[in-house]
Every structure is written in C-alpha cells, then in structure tokens.
C-alpha cells in the first residue's frame, strides 16, 4: 500500500509560521511522551500479571502494523480464547442444570455409597476456572491495546491447559452419564435468548474498541478487511438472531394460562425429610394442590411409602440390621419397618442445603420420623382436600404378594382409608383396564406420550410427563382433547414460569413453598415490548459502534504531522511517536532559545533525552 514519504521539517527562521508550527509540534510531542512514561505502571501490571514481565527491559513493544507476537504466541492466545469458549458453554450448561442437582448427587450416592454434594461443588470449580480463563483473556486483549507483544506465563499455560481439560472432560462425562441435561439447555434458550441476545450485543460493543483500533494499526490491506468482514458478519449474525427466536413467554399478558397447581415431590423434601408424614404436611402448609409419593410392600402386605429399592439412603438399616442393609425394602416385615429411623439422615446429609432453616422444634420433630404408610398418607390427602399421585413398585421375586401387589394396593384404597377415589390419579400401566372396571372414578394418568386417539380409548384424562418434554404445541394439542399435561420435577423458578407461559395444567415440584409465592412468571413480555428492546438494542449498539470507528478513523487523522498546512500521514498507523530524534532534538534546541518567544519553551531536557532514547 503506497503511504507519502515521511519528510523531515527543515528549521525555519524564528518567528515564521513554521517555527510556531514546530513549537506547536513540540507541545504535542512533549505531552505525549508525558502520558506515555506516566501509562509505564499500567503497562507494568498487566504485563506482569500476564506474563511475570513487572521490569521494562524484559518487554518488547510490536511496532505499528506488525503482528503483535510470535506465532508461538498467537498460538497460546487462540488457546485461551477457545477455553474460555469452552468454559462458558459448561458453565452455563451447568448453572442451568440446577433443577436436577439432588438428582445427580443422589445417581453418584448411589454408585459411590456416600453422600457428597458433587454437583455444587462442580458448579463451584466451572466458576472459578472461567473467572481466571475471563481475566486472563481481558489482560492479553489490553496488552494488545498498548502494542506489546503477548509472552503468556508457563504457569498460565498450565492454568490454561487445566481448564481447557476440565471443561473439555466434565462435558463429555456429563453429555454420556447425564444427556438430558442437554434438554435442559435447550429450554433454558427459551427464556434467557432475549437477555443472551441483550447481553451479546453489549459485548460485542465493547470489543469493537480492539478491533477497531487493530483495523487501523494493520499495514496489509487483506488483513483488514478480514478483520473487518469477520467482525461485521458476527455482529449482523447477532442483530438478526432474533428474527428466528421463540419464547413461550412472549405473548400478550391476556393469553397468558393459569398458574399451574402444584404437587410436592415426596412431600416437601426441602423442608422435611422426603416420603414421611412431616414432609407431606409442609406441602399442606405451603399451599400445594396435591401429593406424590412412592409406594412398596412390606413382606407381611403393608403399603409403604419408600422411593429406593433398599432402606439404606433414608433410613438407618445400617444401625439396626447391619447384616440385611443391602436388602429390598418390599423384604422388610411392617414391624421390622417401624423400628428405623427415616429423619435423622436428613440432617447429617442435607440434600438440598436447607436443614439449618427449621427451628429447634422442628429439628427436633424432623429427626425423630418413621416409615410412612400408604393408608396415613391417604388420609392426611383425603382431610386437606389433595389430590395424590404415586408410583407403585412391584415387589420382588420371592415376595408373598408379588403377583397381588396392586389388589392390595386398591384394597388400602377403597377400604382401609378415608380418600375419595376421585382425589387418586392413578399413574401404574399394570392391569390398567382392571383397576378402571373396579373403580372408574379414579383419575387414569399415563407416564408416556401416544397419539389423542389411543389416549381417548385407554380413558387417560392426565399425562404425567418428565419437563425435558414440554412444548407448548404439545401440551396446547392434548388440551384441546381434555388431556391436561403435569411436568416433573420442576423446582426452579424459570423453569416453572416456562412451564407456566407452554401451558402446563400442573407441577411436580420439590419447592412449593417457593412457587407457590411466585406472583407471575418470570421473562413474561409482550411482542411489542420485545420488538422494542430487540430495535433499541440494535440501534444503540450499531451507532456506539460506528463512533468508536469515527473515532479511530479521526484519532489516526490526527496524528499526521503538518507541512506549511498540508497533512502528510506517516508511514505506520497510530504511531504516536515516529517523529525522527534529530528533529526532536533540533526542536528543543531551538526552544531553549526562544524562551520569551514562547511560554512552554521550558520542556524538560531530561524528558526530551527520555523520549529521544524511547523514539529510538
């Protein structure tokens, strides 16, 4: 690219025009060199915390237009770029996965045999590593701002290299061990894109700084505009993705469902230890609709409630029958039953982090539950009023009512409590034509999605769906057919509010003391008031952006030296200090003798000698 010859001012008589211009010249070089020695320390501090280069000689400063490290370099700033890509995805794949953290902690008890609260800790660790990769990343892109060469530390590339692994390897062994949180992510899209997208756009915004300030610096025209066009088709990319956006929460507050009722999840097992009395009377408390539970056999024909197969997680079988730990709960006589503890282990493991909220009562009551049966459980539904919902195990080989499990189930139900046989929504798939015959009023629920018409011939009036399958099309289609759709488990905030904007008639959740306190859903917006923030965003952003451009273009205009009124520009872009050293030289001279002449004739000759010797 062909750029006029630099020229170097000839002395002019003092006096002349051109002598005041010099001096004028002077002024602005002695400020910014001024400016330049006193931004030292900065520069010190980020090139030290980058690199360990806290001493100026262990420095090399790129000149304008050339590339600002070795390849070696470019290499390792990639590197932290890509990490700190890779960290952002797990970390918020990971955040979002907070709904099914006791589930997770639970699956690792299970294969592990004790109880640790991996998934925080997970969380704690994704945090701490994209906040260094995060500093990491905004020291090289200031570095590069200043024009110094990118020398990453051997233990940043260290720290770099266990970051990339971690994340590169806790997605991979999540993606296989726990897919459907990928389900998750997904959905989560459906609420926060509108906010990702106000957020990327503010990003964005910011690095056009460096990127404009880089696209003036490059002396290679291609080089350019492959800055540039890459950086452009990434912003349009931005401003355009709303355009094939959908949200559930974006409709007009008028077409808005009702609030979906909610069922606790083996009672309220935040506030309670889970499938006993206590729990089951706090949903009460709370306000919930309904209940949910699971339920076993004892070997003597006693329907408990119990969601494991053994007694080891939420009891202390360990302590009482050491040598029968391992052993089906279904095998376990009622007596036998009624002499475990089912509160205590509430306390030592904490599952949901919430066991320091009760009060010493309440502690004290916690601690000292039992075993529930089926028929208390009833009747506690049936005096408040709720529905129930359960699961119904099948007892195992060997088990006297292997094969009569749910006669005697039914028989709990009809006889031995007080529940209306309207309150049950029956969810088992076993002898399900049977059990209609013998009693029609139950409420037929399915655990799995089929067609309107099989649904309609099997009688089911309730699907009992896992959250990762919501849609609103879907739940809208089997409502239309007097099909409603409850979700489970949802316990999450904006997840509930999600399923509150696709329609969803209820909830299986084990936070209904905080749902039910919920006003509205959250992210809820109109077309229009999205349209607005969508257009706004946009506009902000791109005349911030063509500023900041402006901005560089007339800085790098600025900077061209004067030659009896004609702007010459310099052979590099931004080279604030290509001034030759004999004409900074010859200039002070003249200015020591033209003190009267003018009144910044007394620059600092060290200063001068400084900036002479940093020119160089």
């Known amino acids: 690219m062909w750029r006029p010859p630099y020229c170097p001012l000839p002395m002019a008589p003092p006096g002349s025009r051109s002598s005041k211009l010099k001096l004028g010249k002077l002024r602005v070089v002695r400020q910014q060199l001024l400016q330049r020695y006193e931004h030292q320390p900065f520069i010190s501090c980020l090139a030290g915390l980058y690199g360990c280069q806290w001493r100026r000689y262990q420095r090399t400063r790129a000149q304008p237009g050339d590339c600002c490290c070795s390849k070696l370099e470019c290499g390792s700033f990639i590197l932290v770029i890509l990490t700190f890509c890779l960290s952002l995805v797990f970390l918020y794949f990971w955040s979002q996965a907070q709904n099914d953290y006791n589930d997770f902690d639970w699956f690792n008890f299970g294969n592990l045999g004790f109880w640790f609260p991996w998934a925080l800790v997970l969380l704690v660790i994704a945090a701490a590593f994209f906040t260094y990769i995060t500093v990491l990343l905004l020291l090289a892109v200031c570095l590069l701002m200043e024009g110094q060469r990118l020398c990453l530390h051997w233990g940043h590339k260290i720290g770099v290299l266990l970051t990339l692994v971690f994340s590169a390897v806790a997605t991979a062994v999540l993606s296989d061990l726990w897919s459907k949180e990928w389900q998750t992510l997904l959905l989560s899209f459906q609420v926060t894109a509108p906010y990702l997208h106000l957020g990327g756009v503010f990003l964005m915004s910011l690095i056009s700084w460096p990127v404009a300030f880089h696209f003036f610096r490059l002396n290679m025209r291609v080089r350019r505009m492959a800055v540039l066009l890459l950086y452009g088709a990434v912003l349009c990319a931005l401003y355009l993705v709303p355009l094939g956006m959908y949200s559930p929460c974006i409709k007009e507050r008028n077409t808005l469902g009702p609030r979906p009722t909610l069922i606790g999840h083996r009672g309220a097992p935040m506030l309670a230890p889970e499938n006993t009395y206590m729990s089951f009377e706090k949903v009460v408390e709370a306000r919930g609709d309904g209940l949910e539970t699971d339920v076993t056999i004892s070997y003597d024909g006693v329907p408990f409630l119990m969601h494991d197969k053994d007694l080891r997680r939420t009891t202390n079988v360990e302590d009482v029958f050491p040598d029968r730990a391992k052993t089906?709960?279904?095998?376990?006589?009622?007596?036998?039953?009624?002499?475990?503890?089912?509160?205590?282990?509430?306390?030592?493991?904490?599952?949901?982090?919430?066991?320091?909220?009760?009060?010493?009562?309440?502690?004290?009551?916690?601690?000292?539950?039992?075993?529930?049966?089926?028929?208390?459980?009833?009747?506690?539904?049936?005096?408040?009023?709720?529905?129930?919902?359960?699961?119904?195990?099948?007892?195992?080989?060997?088990?006297?009512?292997?094969?009569?499990?749910?006669?005697?189930?039914?028989?709990?139900?009809r006889n031995e409590s007080s529940i209306n046989s309207s309150q049950v929504l029956w969810l088992p798939p076993e002898l399900r034509e049977l059990v209609e015959e013998m009693d029609p009023d139950f409420q037929q629920t399915s655990g799995s999605m089929a067609s309107v018409?099989?649904?309609?011939?099997?009688?089911?009036?309730?699907?009992?769906?896992?959250?990762?399958?919501?849609?609103?099309?879907?739940?809208?289609?089997?409502?239309?057919?007097?099909?409603?759709?409850?979700?489970?488990?949802?316990?999450?905030?904006?997840?509930?509010?999600?399923?509150?904007?696709?329609?969803?008639?209820?909830?299986?959740?084990?936070?209904?003391?905080?749902?039910?306190k919920l006003p509205r859903p959250f992210f809820l917006m109109t077309p229009e008031d999205y349209m607005l923030m969508w257009i706004l965003t946009d506009i902000v952003s791109f005349i911030l952006i063509l500023s900041v451009f402006v901005f560089h273009w007339w800085r790098e205009r600025g900077l061209a030296l004067c030659y009896d009124g004609t702007q010459v520009l310099e052979n590099g872009t931004y080279v604030q200090f290509r001034t030759e050293a004999n004409d900074v030289w010859s200039i002070s001279t003249a200015n020591s003798h033209r003190q009267t002449e003018n009144p910044y004739a007394d620059v600092n000759v060290t200063v001068i000698s400084q900036g002479k010797q940093f020119l160089q």
């Open 328 to 413: 089906p709960a279904a095998m376990f006589t009622w007596e036998e039953l009624e002499m475990l503890n089912a509160g205590s282990w509430f306390f030592s493991q904490d599952p949901f982090g919430t066991a320091s909220s009760l009060n010493p009562e309440q502690r004290s009551r916690a601690a000292n539950q039992s075993v529930c049966t089926l028929k208390d459980f009833l009747d506690l539904a049936a005096q408040h009023g709720k529905l129930v919902i359960f699961d119904l195990y099948r007892p195992p080989r060997g088990h006297p009512y292997r094969d009569t499990w749910i006669f005697r189930t039914l028989e709990v139900i």
């Open 453 to 516: 018409e099989e649904l309609q011939e099997n009688h089911i009036v309730k699907l009992n769906l896992h959250y990762t399958t919501m849609s609103e099309q879907l739940i809208s289609k089997y409502a239309s057919a007097n099909i409603s759709t409850n979700l489970y488990v949802v316990s999450e905030p904006w997840l509930y509010s999600l399923a509150w904007c696709a329609g969803a008639q209820s909830v299986t959740t084990n936070a209904v003391q905080t749902l039910t």
